[in-house]
Each structure stands twice: as structure tokens, then as C-alpha cells.
């Protein structure tokens, strides 16, 4: 089983930023496709970004399009997202999941948008936004 772990979450103010890191120990990330998702209190688990594997394309959500940048720093074995602008909305829990590199070459530039397609998750990492 792949294990992750998220950190950086923490309080800010409306339009401040944060940067969550996805890291894992023992094996590397570059092979999968890695994911964040995140979910508020009352509400369904919302697909936030994904970052491919080999084309390393990156994909995000209409609500933090333009305010969020998932990247990978390979030599600490991590995926960051970093979020600037932030608003009360996107007050949540934080999660990272990882999903195999698809078989199909032509799957490679792109990453899933649902949970289930994901196999390993973090334990989340709290971002509250409050003035």
C-alpha cells in the first residue's frame, strides 16, 4: 500500500495563501498520478486538482482555477499545492491520493477527477479561512 502524508494546513486570513505538500517515504511519486481533494463540513468530497504522471500535465477545479498551482519537486519526493487568494470557501479538509500511471500511453497526459479512481489517500490536512 502507498503511503502519503499532507501537511502545511493551517488558518489564514481571506487572500492569503498556503502551501500543501504531499510527500511519500520509501518509494517515488513520479510513477503515479497524484491528486487533492478536499472536503468541508456538510458537503461531498470536492476534486480540487491533479497532476499528471509522465506529461505532467496539471488540471484544476473551476472554483480555485487561476488561485491554486499543483507542481512536483522530485528531489524531496513531494507534490506541493500551493494556494494563493484564498477564500472562506475553500475552507476544508485536504486530501492527497495517489492513482497508478495508466497502462495506455495515450492516458498519460491526463489524471482522473473521481475519488474512486485513486487507491491510496493521505490521513488530510485542516485549511481554515476566516478573518
Known amino acids: 500500500q502507498v503511503q502519503v502524508v499532507e501537511s502545511g494546513g493551517g488558518l489564514v486570513q481571506p487572500g492569503g495563501s498556503l502551501r500543501l505538500s504531499c510527500t511519500a517515504s520509501g518509494f517515488s511519486l513520479d510513477r503515479y498520478v497524484i491528486g487533492w481533494f478536499r472536503r468541508a463540513p456538510g458537503k461531498e468530497r470536492e476534486w480540487v486538482s491533479c497532476i499528471s504522471s509522465s506529461a505532467q500535465n496539471t488540471y484544476y477545479a473551476d472554483s480555485v482555477e487561476g488561485r491554486f498551482t499543483i507542481s512536483r519537486d522530485h528531489a524531496k519526493n513531494t507534490v506541493n499545492l500551493q494556494m494563493n487568494n484564498l477564500e472562506p470557501e475553500d475552507t476544508a479538509v485536504y486530501y492527497c491520493?495517489?492513482?497508478?500511471?495508466?497502462?495506455?500511453?495515450?492516458?498519460?497526459?491526463?489524471?482522473?477527477?473521481?475519488?474512486?479512481?485513486?487507491?491510496?489517500w493521505g490521513q488530510g490536512t485542516q485549511v481554515t479561512v476566516s478573518s
Open positions: 491520493a495517489t492513482a497508478p500511471s495508466p497502462r495506455p500511453l495515450w492516458l498519460r497526459s491526463s489524471c482522473p477527477r473521481v475519488s474512486e479512481q485513486y487507491d491510496d
